[in-house]
């Protein structure tokens, strides 16, 4: 495959539809995981739920390998780290 430019989406879908790209696409899944993780830090408020669920609002109070736990009024939710995004204040 040449050098991708930025808006070459065809081609990007085409190598991840490649079956031999499996290896690959667990390595760029898990490194986009591990970036998530690092921005979510103890007192960070946070917003989580499902995409077409509803959304509930809260603060990170522990943090562990695969999920963190939210502080929302009182009650504490052991929430995935892909599920949640950062409250821009």
Known sequence: MSKLKF????????????????????????????????QFKVGTKVKFGRANGMKRMGVVIKLGPKKAVVDCSGAKWRVPYDLMDLIDE
Do not use: C, M, R, Y
Request: no cysteine; charged share 30%.
């Open 7 to 38: 808006n070459d989406l065809p081609k990007i879908l085409d190598w991840i539809k490649e079956p031999s790209h499996a290896g690959h696409l667990f390595i760029v899944e898990q490194t986009l995981k591990s970036v998530k993780e690092e």
